[in-house]
C-alpha cells in the first residue's frame, strides 16, 4: 500500500485523487491535499467516498503525513518551490509540470537530494508516446529532435479565433516552457526522453479540435515520427486527458506488484 500526497487540487489533481478514492490505481491511500487555494482541497475532499485525506495548509504538514509518494499537480513554480525538500523528506516526487525540469540547476538539485536521500523523481509520458523508443535512441546518438503542437487557440488563450492556423512560436524547449507553461510540457517531456533540448513549434489553429502533438525524432538508429491527436480534459481545455491518464497510470505501476512493468 503506497501513501499518496497531491500538492495542486485543479483538474489533473482531481482526477489522480478520485482515481485513487475508486480504486483505479490499486493499492493506495491518499493521505494528503494541499492547494494554495484552500477551497479547492475542499471541494475536491467533499467528492471523494472511499479515501479520506487530510485538508494541510503547507508542506510540512503534508510531509508529516507521512507519504511515500508525493504527486506535484500545480505549477513549475511548485516544483522549484517544493520538490527537493519532498526528496530530503523520503519521499519520492512524481513531478507533473515538467517544464520545471529544462532548469539546469533545478535538475541537478533534485537530482542531487534524490541521490543522498535514496529516492526518485518520476516523470509521466503525459500527453504524448513513444518517450521509451526515444530515450532508447538517446542511447546511440540522436541527430535532431522536433516537436510541432497544434491546439485550438481557445486553448493557448488566445482571446480572438485567427482566420486559419498561426504559429505562435518557434525556438527552443526552454524558451516554449516558459512562454506556454500550462500547454507545452510535453516539450519538456522529450526533451528529458532524448538527453537534448527539443526544436518546438507552437501552432493555434481553429480547424482543429483536439490537442494534436507531433514528434519527429532523426536518430543514428531509426528514424521516428509519432503523431498524437488528444481530446482535451472536460474540465480544463488547456490540458489532454492523456496526461491525467498517463499520471494515473505511472502511480498504478508504483503500487502493483505485478511482475511484468509495462
Known sequence: MIRVAVIGCGNIGTILAKAIDEGVVGAAVLVALYDVEAKRCRVLASRLRRQSPRIVEGLEELLSTGPHVVVEAASQEAVRQYGPRVLEAGADLVALSVGALMDEALRRRLAEAARRHGRRVYVPSGALA?????????????????????????????????????????????????????????????????????????????????????????????????????????????????????????????????????
Open 130 to 262: 513513444g518517450l521509451d523508443a526515444v530515450y532508447a535512441l538517446s542511447l546511440d546518438e540522436i541527430r535532431r529532435v522536433r516537436l510541432v503542437t497544434r491546439k485550438p487557440p481557445r486553448s493557448l488563450g488566445l482571446p480572438e479565433e485567427p482566420p486559419g492556423p498561426v504559429t505562435l512560436y518557434r525556438g527552443p524547449a526552454g524558451e516554449a516552457v516558459k512562454r506556454f507553461p500550462a500547454n507545452v510540457n510535453v516539450a519538456a517531456a522529450l526533451s528529458l526522453a532524448a538527453g537534448r533540448e527539443a526544436e518546438v513549434e507552437v501552432v493555434a489553429d481553429p480547424g482543429v479540435e483536439q490537442n494534436i502533438h507531433e514528434v519527429y525524432v532523426d536518430a543514428e538508429a531509426s528514424r521516428l515520427y509519432v503523431r498524437v491527436e488528444n481530446r482535451p480534459s472536460p474540465s480544463n481545455p488547456r490540458t489532454s486527458l492523456l496526461a491525467a491518464l498517463s499520471a494515473i497510470a505511472l502511480l498504478r505501476r508504483l503500487a502493483d506488484e505485478a511482475i511484468w512493468i509495462l
